[in-house]
Nanobody, 113 residues
């Protein structure tokens, strides 16, 4: 069993930044591809970014150039650095171990003035 705990969400003004963290309960971050997803009210959950074992990254077009996914294998943690935030980035953000049933509980990100 793996537990994923997200943190770092909150309320931020447009143009601001946040860094989300996803801490895994055991060494899994270096073994599996990891992803960050988000779900806005009334919308389907969508992939925001993912990172492979080899470190290759992939982003949804709407966040390219603004968000950066990274991981620290020693800390079993995946990060999502979010810059130049927009109101449309408002959602609950979840981390996910790709190819498994392991999801975090989610952290709310609200971008509003």
């Amino acid at each position: 069993q793996v537990q994923l705990v997200e943190s770092g969400g909150g309320l931020v003004q447009p143009g601001g930044s946040l860094r989300l963290s996803c801490a895994a309960s055991r060494s899994i971050v270096s073994i599996y591809p990891m992803g960050w997803y988000r779900q806005a009210p009334g919308k389907q959950r969508e992939l925001v970014a993912d990172i492979t074992r080899g470190g290759s990254t992939n982003y949804v077009d709407s966040v390219k150039g603004r968000f950066t996914i990274s991981r620290d294998n020693a800390k079993n943690t995946v990060y999502l650095q979010m810059n130049s935030l927009k109101p449309e980035d408002t959602a609950v953000y979840y981390c996910y171990v790709e190819g498994t049933a392991y999801w975090g509980q989610g952290t709310q990100v609200t971008v509003s003035s």
